[in-house]
């Protein structure tokens, strides 16, 4: 299994630029998170998924959309980027919430 | 959310046991009491979780205490690849995890 493996490793955006980030998991997990790491912060939760063809807001929503229509997918959509959207970007998947398996980031800067 | 109290850093050397403490004094019944560590440059790797009593897997025990305000996660025999940000997670799901700055151990050979 390749596990939770996420594309771009590293991007940079202009400003009001979009981009979407690739989150693709091979366990069949239900469930599904992304999750952003400012620099010396831990991780804050911007959306999840306990199946497909459902989503709901973590606690940092603003700024991003997802979709699940697959469950093997769970891509997360940034529009018209901004500076405070420079962060890590960390996909992870389970087959019980509690148990979560992350992939290896995605670094975005955004100038 | 539960808050919790860690210390920012703790060293240990190898090969010796590590007793990581959390405090989650505000704690709800059912909150499940959650672990995970981050090494360096990587995303985060569950450890272990538990909700009333003691627990224990291949990578680590989770000892809570009787009224469930603080948890200690014992790693038995720190080796160098334990060097990682441990993070303690009140948390009722999966869904509802609040990572703080958690615990930094270092490892010293």
């Known amino acids: 299994n390749a596990g939770v493996t996420q594309t771009p490793k590293f991007r940079i955006l202009k400003i009001g630029q979009s981009m979407t980030l690739q989150c693709t998991q091979d366990?069949?997990?239900?469930?599904m998170y992304w999750y952003r790491q400012d620099p010396g912060m831990g991780l804050k939760l911007i959306y999840y998924?306990?199946?497909?063809?459902?989503?709901d807001k973590g606690e940092v929503p603003n700024g991003y959309n997802v979709s699940r229509s697959t469950t093997e997918d769970f891509p997360l959509r940034l529009e018209l980027a901004a500076p405070s959207q420079t962060s890590v970007y960390f996909c992870?998947?389970?087959?019980?919430?509690?148990?979560?398996?992350f992939g290896p980031g995605t670094r975005l800067t955004v100038t | 959310d539960a808050k919790t109290t860690q210390p920012n850093s703790m060293e240990s050397n190898e090969e010796e046991p590590v007793h990581l403490p959390c405090n989650h004094s505000?704690?709800?019944?059912?909150?499940?009491i959650h672990w995970y560590r981050q090494l360096p440059s990587q995303g985060p790797e569950y450890v272990i979780h538990?909700?009333?009593s003691n627990v224990n897997n291949r990578m680590a025990s989770l000892a809570i205490a009787e009224d469930r305000k603080s948890s200690t996660l014992i790693l038995h025999r720190a080796t160098l690849r334990d060097a990682a940000v441990y993070y303690c997670?009140?948390?009722?799901?999966?869904?509802?995890?609040?990572f703080g700055t958690g615990t930094s151990l270092t490892v010293i050979p």
């Open positions: 997670i009140p948390s009722p799901t999966g869904n509802q995890f609040y």
């Open positions: 538990g909700l009333t």
């Open positions: 505000t704690i709800s019944g059912t909150d499940y």
């Open positions: 366990m069949n997990h239900n469930y």
């Open positions: 992870a998947s389970g087959l019980r919430s509690a148990e979560q398996y």
């Open positions: 998924s306990v199946g497909a063809g459902i989503t």
